[in-house]
């Protein structure tokens, strides 16, 4: 019998923000869910611009993830992983967070929303992930080494020094892939019916243990910083690259990140520019009667004046 279940779209949230706390300080807090990605993102969404909605192919990644995640840690208690925290659902995670003082006296915070945590047979701590992945390839390279996607090198680094900030406790972590295949027959069961009517059958892929997260505290805090410092100098990064689309526009930066002086000095070179051309050619046009010579001059002179 199909056990079919409804993924809520999360709620939009931005990946970077600038708030003021209570006491006056002004913080600058980074979403975890997007860190270790396109850096692009997080300074357009320091400068205010909004994201714009996932396509429908992401949102319907998004959707299946969701519902993975719920399937998988159902599988993990039948299996006896006693979880101490349970994240499924949007909006029921728990919230960690990293703190660092940034030179100028802003306070910098990276926003952590883990999947969960849970006690292992050894009733060791474990940070949990879950990570969902059609089958192939993309799931063939996380088993074979999963630290090499930065994203989730960083993003896992980051969990795990939230818990042990928060707790004071050693937390290891485990990364649970899901792989999810389309159901095609219409006789056949699956786990999961999304909004488009597309059907999935989920499976528990290879769990990886982690004892160390792959970056330091040091390291994940620093990211963080050169992410601001980027934000601070006006530069425009690139968008790294990725399958999906970049969901913020690119715009060219405000001109308070130029040197105003410098653009007067250009502005007005060329500004004597187009007067000596203008000059130029009203001297060439005097006294000229062939072709019409008052209306070959008369053209010529409007055509200088729209340049």
Known sequence: MSNETNAATPPRRRCAETSITQNGRTMITLRGSSFGGCVHSHIASL??????????????IFERGHAAEAWAK????????????????????????????LPDGRLLRLAISPDGLCLNAQGKRRGVEVKSFSRGRSYDEF???????????WQFSAVLHGYRKRDRA???????????????????PFDFKAPDGT?????????????????????????CKDIVAAYDSGEWLP???????CRYPHKAPPLSVYDEAAIAERFAAACAEFDA?????????????????KNVARCLEQIVRLV
Do not use: H
């Open 277 to 293: 051309a203008r000059r130029e050619v009203e001297e060439a046009c005097v006294d000229r009667v062939a072709f019409g010579g």
């Open 74 to 101: 159902e599988q993990l208690k039948r299996r006896g992983v006693k979880f101490i925290e349970d994240a499924s659902g949007f909006g029921n995670q728990s919230q960690l967070a990293l703190f660092d003082d």
């Open 239 to 245: 968008c790294e690259g990725s399958k999906y689309p």
């Open 170 to 188: 050693e937390t290891g972590g485990v990364l649970v892939p899901v792989i999810c295949d389309k159901v095609e027959k219409m006789d056949e």
């Open 199 to 223: 059907r999935w059958r989920f499976e528990l892929g290879e769990v990886v243990q982690v004892e160390e997260p792959p970056y330091t505290k040091e390291e994940v805090l620093q990211r």
């Open 143 to 153: 088993v074979k080494d999963w630290t090499k996607n930065e994203r989730y090198a």
């Open 47 to 60: 400068r205010g611009l909004e994201e714009a909605p996932p396509p429908p192919q992401l949102q319907a």
